[in-house]
């Protein structure tokens, strides 16, 4: 006891002594040289120690000056500032206590001349020691650091990694007395990071087998320190995310009265099974008491087993599973409906269902709130009930992710009606979460929208917003750049002015500052094209809103448009003049903007494949163009300009957007034919094609129909009039024939039927004989090529016995159907 004590005071003594500038701010670094110490508690977690070595760290890059990090009670030089990092009993007997900080509560206070930097550190995860890579782990501590260095020290972090950090040059560091005790007023400020081993594995690898794991893993830690450095963060458990995906798998044959019952089927028929999409669509029979009963069973089994950690289990998730379709048809579910209303997607006009939601969160609430108070249910405002309700009231204890976004830049009057969709919900009693999707709706052209999107979300706040769940931060720094700075700095800082924001981020480019703003201002006017587009958007992308911005490109940006970017770029580099720093990030803009050209071509090109006079000469620059493209990703892929193995894993997933996959699959082979894009089709609902011979040779033509293979048989002339006449389209089988010629010189050698797609099992006759088959297995192989060897079936020679007769069968029970991509001949040597 005597021991501390004397600690004690001679604490005191070297603080009174520590050194003071002129103006008696704390001085801790003097013509590059250190005049301050940081001292961590005796055994440091690790969030305080990377908060100390990240202090560190940036006052030696402001100043050169190497402050060394010692632990509390060591031996300190009289003379020296100590900026205690995180809780100590130094910090105790200086009256600061840590226990009494609310959640996630930072301390940045200059006290009798010492510096305190500490918060709440206490991990959300019960049995687990604070971690600051762990995103249910609190990092006050983290975050005094970073207020500190942003606020009063000036510095900025453009991006993640050293290239995206501005921190200004001074051989002086001075700190005021500050005297500030906060905590976000948000309880969870989240951009979700994908840069993941499960991402990897699950999406990046299939896409690109080639892409580098440890890159991408080291990309996503440093965006993980960018988003600490943003004070991101969350202060309580809140469970948000498709809660029923694996619920058939553990419950479906014991209680299939759990899950919906549906039509969506192959067969049309009704059944409480999975739909044809799988059973992580299965959606749930939501009016059905059994249910709650297991879900409110379930969650007091998670409190139980968290007794000591309450706030773990204080909430239950319960979103539906993703989708629009496959919701229950049950009469009991369907009571719960308004009828009538409607609600707008992406395959129309259909029964908005928020009323029949709403009511099966009030009845989990209901329950829940008589065993804990203080219990939520969690559900999004989503799909086919993301407006809010019109007859039921929504009860407390009911937590709603609202999942929606005006589009940025905004058609007149969207924002308008966004937010007067949130405050609806709000007038019907929910308490909300902003979950938006719209950082999916950039592409790899630049597009920055940064004070729109942060005004809207400061309106959320205002208007009763509890957290935010953005999906997802997909590293497109180049380009989304400026949307990603501000709309992180507002979840922390909800008073500040979103311009101011936007300026922290523009002047970071110095000299060329109005050159970079000129330049994201072009690019945000330019996508102002997408304005009106949304029907063409979900006719290219065949309902899917992801798909069609990609392939709507090259029908809203030409060749120019990118010519005069990088004239405003080339007028920044020579506004930066001799400024290294400036210079590399404006080099890092134009990095993304090549490779937005070169994504650009890709797409262009690729889409040229479908046209009617695309010939062998298209798929040659096509492929020059896809070579250049996935060697500048590879050039790139280690660097945080964006996400090039996540380009193409979108391309890819999405259909080959950018013909990575052609040009892939043709490598090394000699394309010789591209098949004509004009073929015969024939509808074959009674599936009698097979016995009566439709693949024959000289089969009759005669009651069959002209169509095109560039796009599905819905969005085809001859679909429509099916449409017409049956009132849906069509779904089942249906014929496709057409005829070639082979230049007897391939005689010797292998000939390949390549098709880039088919939507529907496909069965192919050549020549009235089986020449092979493509069923439907996996979920995306109604996307991916494959290739049929005719090597041996093929006809030569002069007239017609040298014609080929080409049958294909497609069996499209559900969606979209058809042959909807070109289909090619190749060659290679036996």
């Known amino acids: 006891m005597l021991r501390r004590c004397l600690s004690l005071m001679a604490t005191c ?5 520590a050194a003071r500038g002129a103006h008696g701010d704390l001085l801790l670094v003097q013509n590059g040289q250190p005049r301050s110490i940081i001292v961590t508690p005796a055994e440091p977690n690790d969030v305080v120690q990377l908060a100390a070595e990240e202090l560190q760290y940036h006052l030696r890059k402001m100043s050169g000056a190497a402050i060394l990090i010692v632990a509390d009670g060591q031996p300190v030089a009289e003379g020296l500032v100590r900026i205690y990092v995180g809780p100590s009993v130094a910090t105790r007997s200086l009256g600061i206590d840590e226990t009494k900080l609310p959640s996630e509560g930072i301390v940045v206070k200059a006290v009798a001349g010492a510096l305190v930097l500490l918060g709440d550190d206490r991990p959300l995860s019960p049995n687990k020691e604070p971690d600051p890579f762990d995103e249910n782990c609190r990092t006050g501590t983290l975050f005094a650091v970073y207020d500190l260095l942003q606020d009063h020290l000036g510095v900025r972090w453009l991006w993640p990694g050293e290239g995206g950090e501005v921190i200004p040059k001074r051989r002086t560091v001075e700190v005021p007395d500050l005297d500030i005790e906060e905590a976000p007023r948000l309880l969870k400020r989240q951009m979700r990071n994908p840069f993941r081993e499960s991402y990897f594995e699950r999406d990046i690898l299939p896409a690109a087998p080639d892409a580098d794991r440890e890159a991408f893993l080291k990309k996503g830690r440093e965006q993980f320190i960018w988003g600490r450095r943003m004070r991101l963060g969350r202060n309580t458990v809140l469970r948000f995310g498709h809660a029923f995906t694996r619920w058939w798998e553990r419950y479906g044959e014991e209680h299939p009265e759990y899950f919906g019952l549906t039509s969506d089927h192959a067969d049309g028929s009704q059944s409480r099974t999975p739909p044809t999409a799988g059973p992580d669509r299965l959606k749930m029979c939501v009016s059905q008491p059994k249910l709650w009963e297991q879900l409110v069973a379930n969650w007091q089994e998670e409190r139980e087993r968290n007794a000591d950690h309450p706030e773990v289990a204080r909430t239950l998730n319960a979103c539906e599973n993703d989708g629009s379709q496959g919701f229950c048809e049950c009469e009991a579910c369907a ?12 395959s129309g006009p259909k029964l908005c269902l928020s009323d029949r939601y709403v009511r099966f969160w009030n009845e989990l609430a209901k329950r829940m709130r008589e065993i804990d108070p203080n219990s939520y249910v ?5 799909s086919r009930y993301r407006m809010p309700p019109e007859k039921t009231k929504v009860l407390p204890g009911v937590l709603l992710g609202y999942v929606g976004d005006p589009g940025y830049p905004s058609e007149p009057g969207a924002r308008d009606a966004f937010r007067a969709q949130w405050q609806a919900w709000g007038d019907a009693g929910a308490e909300l979460l902003y979950r938006p999707n719209v950082l999916h709706s950039d592409t790899a052209i630049p597009k920055a929208t940064p004070v729109a999107m942060a005004q809207d979300l400061q309106f959320f706040i205002e208007n009763g917003c509890k957290g935010t769940d953005y999906d997802s931060l997909l590293g497109y720094w180049s380009t989304a750049g400026p949307n990603y700075y501000v709309v992180a700095r507002i979840q922390w800082d909800t008073e500040a002015d979103p311009a101011h924001l936007a300026d922290e981020y523009y002047s970071a480019f110095g000299p060329a500052e109005a050159k970079v703003r000129e330049y994201f201002a072009y690019w945000a006017k330019l996508a102002e094209r997408f304005w009106g587009k949304r029907d063409r958007v979900l006719e290219l992308g065949y309902g899917s809103g992801s798909r069609g911005r990609i392939r709507i490109l090259p029908e809203i940006y030409r060749e120019e448009d990118f010519a005069k970017g990088f004239r405003i770029l080339d007028e920044a580099e020579n506004a930066a003049g001799n400024d290294a720093p400036v210079r590399a990030r404006v080099e890092f803009l134009r990095k993304g903007l090549e490779h937005g050209l070169l994504t650009w071509r890709a797409i262009r090109d690729t889409e040229a494949m479908k046209a009617g006079d695309a010939d062998v000469e298209t798929l040659q620059k096509l492929a020059k163009n896809v070579g250049a493209l996935l060697a500048m990703r590879k050039q790139i892929e280690a660097t945080h300009i964006t996400n090039p193995v996540g380009w193409t894993a979108r391309e890819i997933s999405r259909g080959d957007l950018s013909g990575i996959r052609i040009v892939g699959a043709v490598a090394g082979r000699e394309p010789i034919a591209l098949l004509p894009r004009g073929w015969k089709l024939r509808w074959d609902p009674a599936d009698v094609g097979v016995r009566d011979g439709w693949w024959k040779a000289d089969a009759s033509l005669k009651d ?3 169509a095109r293979t560039d796009r599905p048989w819905e969005q085809d002339p001859v679909g429509r009039e099916w449409k017409q006449k049956h009132g ?14 082979v230049d007897p010189k391939h005689e010797r050698r292998r000939i390949i039927l390549f098709f880039n797609a088919v939507d529907g099992d496909a069965d192919i006759w050549l020549n009235g004989e089986k020449a092979g088959a493509h069923p439907l297995v996996e979920p995306d192989d109604w996307k991916v090529p494959f290739e ?6 093929l006809r030569y020679g002069e007239g017609s016995a040298g014609v080929n007769q080409l049958a294909v069968r497609v069996n499209a029970e559900v969606g979209m159907g058809g042959i909807y991509k070109r289909v090619w001949l190749v060659t290679e040597p036996l």
């Open 728 to 741: 849906e389209d069509y779904d089942g089988v249906a014929w496709y024939r057409t005829s070639f010629r």
């Open 788 to 793: 049929i060897d005719l090597t041996g079936k």
């Open 13 to 17: 003594s070297a603080i009174a002594l």
């Open 704 to 706: 069959w129909l002209n």
């Open 335 to 346: 009571a719960w409906d308004v009828p009538g209303r409607m609600i707008e997607t992406s």
């Open 378 to 382: 969690c559900g999004y405002a989503y």
